[in-house]
């Protein structure tokens, strides 16, 4: 009954948390890595001491390909982002690097080839919506009183929007402080959040629906209120141990899917936050709009 | 009672044999030698995509405007079979050369997908992939029987030239108009018939007058592919080849021959080269993530969920052990991706496992009567929650799976699997294990185990 108790303030944190993040994304915004907007990133390294970022500025500048930017990487290495450039000019630049580098990795992505991968993340994230959507509405058909089964499935969409709105609002605050862009793996990370944490919510909203069927409670508060006593030490549980697996994967996993990993944790754990703290409380709330109207 | 403990057994020494099929078959594909053959548990490696193995993806775009909408697949099979005969060249272990065809999601371009696993020299690789198709008709070479000098050669050496036994005409596939497969109305035989253009069909009639019992070998990318001897001369450009062919290998050559006459132009609009170093690297820190995310997860388990978290830490290891060998036996390829879709995928198969526990605590709580009936119904109850909250999950894979790269599709696939096994493990494996433990009185110390987190044993026992 806590929740319930405060369900105003709760509903308002993550409000605010929510605005924060839109107010993040769009003053710092998402910065595109070359997989959508096409280009090219070499990653060289020096087996000695690495020369000064201007001495390879100038080396690769009358190549002419064109503006650059080139950033440290670890101890020994530098990423060189570009246009989109042909194997030639690759080869022109290495050789002009001299003896002392090997190439560490290098990909080259053609425009149209930038421009697909945005329409295919665009259409997959609908279609995962609409999936979601659809199946939420099915599981919940049977539910109509006191609030309608479509209700249900709003909310849950709601609390899908916010966990991941926020998670996309961490990830722009670190992309403006870091640089780290917006690749493939974001694109997964953001439908793979969709996915798992609407089970969570649905996991809540089961055991209100099956005290409604019981009858247990007086009260459609009280329902929602001691349903989510029975079981939020379950969805914590359930969580952490993802969150576990995806911490591990952060701190001990390959570099490239460190910030994946790191976007699932804050999904994994608003995804929870929200089908405690922030579907419940609306629930309650739309049923008391509901009830305010009918009287 | 015995059949569910003998059933448990069985269960065990599945899960024993799978770990050591996974371990072995690591071992011993490690132990080959370069140039060895994978025979038996050696053939069975884990499949590693190119950030993990390092090597090279290529995205060609085939310009498919002067060919028909007809032959269109015909000709993308054609240019992939000499793009791959090509590859072959190099010795590239396990090459992928793959169509993608334009369709809604591809902005309706025709794609051919090279990936060459552990190929470093990229350029080199890319310079001969990037011819088009040659196609040319070569004259037996008289002189071939000739005894030839030898010659000792400046460093000492005996020099002996072996001529070549065909040598090159005018005639070559840019004459050629089309290919067709045809069947010889007599004899039924599967033939190749080709049509010159007007310049091709002098030259051809030119080449057969003067070859007639002689062989003229037709040479695709510099490898004869057929070696027929002229019966007369043929005027009007119009010929068959037969030489006793399968159906299948006349159609094949009905294809190479359109691909040498209609080059289907390629250009590369894509490439990816990953450094050997950084594949083992992703790898190792994989594999390292995994085992301190199992051992997390195992060791939560058990202090939580004591008794009932002991099962579910050895109903995981069976888990990890059916998807290992899944990866092996079907193959996965497995990214970096794919691999945190596994890591992931072992917290998702708690999950289950959880549920089931939370339920079986929640019925032992409202005082039921003994323990074996609070499992019983918590499973049942617990069922329901399990397979509505993975659906989800499985939307989402699937629809990542359809619309996915190969890297987005390598983590889909693994994703899904790991949560269709995970359910299954779970509400089988556990519940059997569950069971053949027997417990049925309820005191204080089986409150105890079957308790969880700070919960004591006297709020279960009412």
Same mark, same amino acid.
């Given at each position: 009954m806590f929740i319930i108790k405060y369900k105003k303030i709760f509903v308002l944190i993550s409000a605010v948390l929510v605005t924060l993040s839109i107010a993040s994304m769009i003053i710092f915004g998402l910065n595109l890595g070359i997989d959508f907007k096409g280009g090219s990133l070499l990653e060289i390294e020096y087996t000695s001491v690495r020369p000064e970022q201007e001495i390879i500025e100038d080396t690769i500048k009358p190549l002419g390909i064109g503006e650059m930017l080139i950033q440290p990487m670890e101890d020994n290495g530098y990423s060189i982002k570009t246009r989109d450039i042909t194997d030639n000019e690759r080869t022109n630049i290495l050789e002009s690097l001299g003896n002392d580098v090997t190439e560490k990795s290098f990909t080259s992505i053609g425009p149209s080839v930038g421009a697909e991968l945005v329409r295919k993340s665009l259409i997959s994230f609908i279609l995962v919506s609409l999936g979601i959507i659809f199946w939420i509405a099915f599981s919940f058909r049977k539910v109509s009183k006191p609030v309608s089964s479509w209700k249900y499935g709003l909310i849950a969409i709601v609390s899908l929007i916010h966990d991941i709105i926020i998670p996309v609002g961490v990830f722009s605050i670190l992309s403006h402080f870091s640089g780290v862009e917006v690749d493939t793996l974001f694109v997964v990370a953001i439908l793979t959040i969709l996915g798992l944490s609407v089970s969570d919510t649905i996991v809540v909203f089961d055991r209100i629906r099956e005290n409604i069927r019981v009858g247990h409670f007086k009260t459609f508060e009280e329902t929602v209120g001691r349903s989510i006593n029975q079981v939020y030490i379950r969805s914590i549980a359930t969580s952490s141990t993802v969150i576990i697996a995806l911490l591990a994967l952060v701190f001990f996993g390959p570099s490239s899917t460190k910030i994946f990993a790191l976007m699932l944790t804050a999904g994994m754990f608003f995804g929870t936050y929200s089908s405690i703290f922030l579907a419940s409380p609306l629930l309650v709330i739309v049923n008391n709009l509901q009830e305010k109207k009918v009287k | 009672m015995a059949k569910t403990r003998i059933t448990a057994l069985l269960i065990l020494l599945l899960g024993v044999g799978l770990g050591i099929f996974v371990y072995k078959s690591e071992i011993r594909h490690r132990n080959l030698g370069p140039e060895a053959t994978a025979t038996g548990l050696?053939? @069975?490696?884990?499949?590693?995509?190119?950030?993990?193995?390092?090597?090279?993806?290529?995205? @060609?775009?085939?310009?498919?405007?002067?060919?028909?909408?007809?032959?269109?697949?015909?000709?993308?099979?054609?240019?992939?079979? *000499?793009?791959?005969?090509?590859?072959?060249?190099?010795?590239?272990?396990?090459?992928?050369?793959?169509?993608?065809?334009?369709?809604?999601?591809?902005?309706?371009?025709?794609?051919?997908? *090279?990936?060459?696993?552990?190929?470093?020299?990229?350029?080199? #690789?890319?310079?001969?992939?990037?011819?088009?198709?040659?196609?040319?008709?070569?004259?037996?070479?008289?002189?071939?029987? $000739?005894?030839?000098?030898?010659?000792? +050669?400046?460093?000492?050496?005996?020099?002996? %030239?072996?001529?070549?036994?065909?040598?090159?005409?005018?005639?070559?596939?840019?004459?050629?108009?089309?290919?067709?497969?045809?069947?010889?109305?007599?004899?039924?035989? !599967?033939? *190749?018939?080709?049509?010159?253009?007007?310049?091709?069909? &002098?030259?051809?009639?030119?080449?057969?007058?003067?070859?007639?019992?002689?062989?003229? !070998?037709?040479?695709?990318?510099?490898?004869?592919?057929?070696?027929?001897?002229?019966?007369?001369?043929?005027?009007?450009?119009?010929? %068959?080849?037969?030489?006793?062919?399968?159906?299948?290998? !006349?159609?094949?050559?009905?294809?190479?021959?359109?691909?040498?006459?209609?080059?289907?132009?390629?250009?590369?609009?894509?490439?990816?080269?990953?450094?050997?170093?950084?594949?083992?690297?992703?790898?190792?820190?994989?594999?390292?993530? #995994?085992?301190?995310?199992? &051992?997390?997860?195992?060791?939560?388990?058990?202090?939580? @969920?004591?008794?009932?978290?002991?099962? #579910?830490?050895? !109903?995981?290891?069976?888990? *990890?052990?059916?998807?290992?060998?899944?990866?092996?036996?079907?193959?996965?390829?497995?990214?970096?991706?794919?691999?945190?879709?596994?890591?992931?995928?072992? +917290?998702?198969?708690?999950?289950?496992?959880?549920?089931?526990?939370?339920?079986? $605590?929640?019925?032992?709580?409202?005082?039921?009567?003994?323990?074996?009936d609070s499992i019983h119904h918590g499973f049942k109850r617990a069922w329901l929650s399990v397979r509505d909250s993975n659906i989800s999950s499985i939307i989402t894979a699937i629809i990542l799976f359809w619309f996915g790269t190969s890297l987005i599709k390598g983590f889909a696939l693994v994703f899904l699997i790991g949560v269709l096994i995970s359910m299954i493990s779970a509400i089988s494996i556990t519940r059997i294990f569950l069971y053949t433990l027997n417990i049925k009185k309820k005191n204080k110390l089986t409150s105890f185990l079957f308790g969880s987190g700070f919960s004591n044993a006297k709020t279960i026992i009412k």
């Open positions: - | 050696a053939k @069975y490696p884990f499949k590693l995509g190119l950030d993990l193995s390092g090597g090279t993806h290529l995205v @060609y775009k085939a310009d498919v405007s002067l060919i028909d909408s007809t032959e269109l697949k015909d000709s993308m099979d054609a240019l992939r079979d *000499v793009i791959e005969r090509r590859v072959n060249v190099f010795g590239v272990s396990e090459p992928i050369v793959q169509v993608q065809n334009g369709g809604f999601s591809n902005a309706s371009e025709e794609r051919l997908i *090279v990936d060459l696993p552990g190929v470093t020299d990229v350029s080199k #690789a890319i310079e001969m992939i990037g011819q088009t198709p040659m196609l040319d008709f070569r004259t037996e070479n008289l002189n071939k029987d $000739k005894p030839q000098e030898a010659k000792i +050669g400046s460093d000492g050496k005996l020099v002996v %030239q072996a001529p070549e036994p065909f040598i090159k005409t005018d005639l070559t596939g840019r004459f050629l108009d089309k290919a067709i497969l045809e069947f010889n109305q007599s004899t039924g035989e !599967a033939v *190749v018939s080709l049509q010159f253009d007007a310049e091709g069909s &002098l030259l051809f009639e030119k080449i057969t007058k003067e070859n007639i019992g002689k062989q003229v !070998a037709i040479f695709l990318d510099g490898e004869p592919i057929s070696v027929p001897t002229v019966n007369e001369a043929i005027s009007g450009g119009k010929a %068959q080849i037969s030489g006793n062919f399968t159906p299948t290998e !006349a159609k094949l050559l009905v294809g190479r021959l359109n691909s040498g006459a209609l080059p289907v132009p390629i250009s590369l609009i894509s490439t990816q080269t990953i450094g050997p170093s950084l594949g083992t690297l992703a790898t190792t820190a994989g594999v390292k993530a #995994a085992l301190i995310g199992f &051992l997390a997860i195992a060791l939560f388990l058990m202090i939580w @969920y004591r008794l009932p978290g002991m099962i #579910a830490v050895i !109903a995981l290891s069976m888990y *990890v052990v059916i998807m290992l060998s899944l990866f092996k036996l079907v193959p996965v390829t497995l990214t970096a991706a794919g691999i945190a879709g596994f890591i992931i995928s072992i +917290g998702i198969a708690v999950d289950a496992n959880v549920l089931i526990f939370e339920r079986i $605590k929640e019925e032992l709580r409202s005082g039921a009567d003994n323990i074996p």
